[in-house]
């Protein structure tokens, strides 16, 4: 699976920002992908993953209520709405994905996608 994320860039504490993941490769339809992100000098953190069908959805308690994981499967593309942005959400963002099984964390996860930066004004 190859990864490619977009939709990264400036925008004010309290605005919204939407991003996506595309993915090549069969193997898409049937792996967890995940969001994950990284701030300058800190490590990488989960924030939130989906199934394979969209059935199931989780977030880490940061993000909760603001940001919205959700994929197209006949688009191969997985997004992630974030709403009321605040200055520490601002990182780097990665798309994850990882065959047939569930995780959580950055070691579980085998395909990345190159980042984009979300950058939060105050």
């Known amino acids: 699976v190859q990864l490619v994320e977009s939709g990264g860039g400036l925008v004010q504490a309290g605005g919204s920002m939407r991003l996506s993941c595309a993915a090549s490769?069969?193997?898409?339809?049937?792996?967890?992908m995940s969001w994950f992100r990284q701030a300058p000098g800190e490590s990488r953190e989960f924030v939130a993953v989906?199934?394979?069908?969209?059935?199931?959805?989780y977030y880490a308690d940061s993000v909760k209520g603001r940001f919205t994981i959700s994929r197209d499967n006949a688009k191969n593309t997985v997004y992630l709405q974030m709403n009321s942005l605040k200055p520490e959400d601002m990182a780097i963002y990665y798309c994850?994905?990882?065959?047939?099984?569930?995780?959580?964390?950055?070691?579980?996860?085998?395909?990345w996608g190159q980042g984009t930066q979300v950058t939060v004004s105050s």
């Open positions: 994850a994905a990882r065959e047939n099984r569930l995780g959580y964390g950055p070691s579980d996860y085998s395909y």
């Open positions: 989906i199934s394979w069908s969209g059935a199931y959805t």
């Open positions: 490769g069969r193997a898409f339809s049937r792996s967890y």
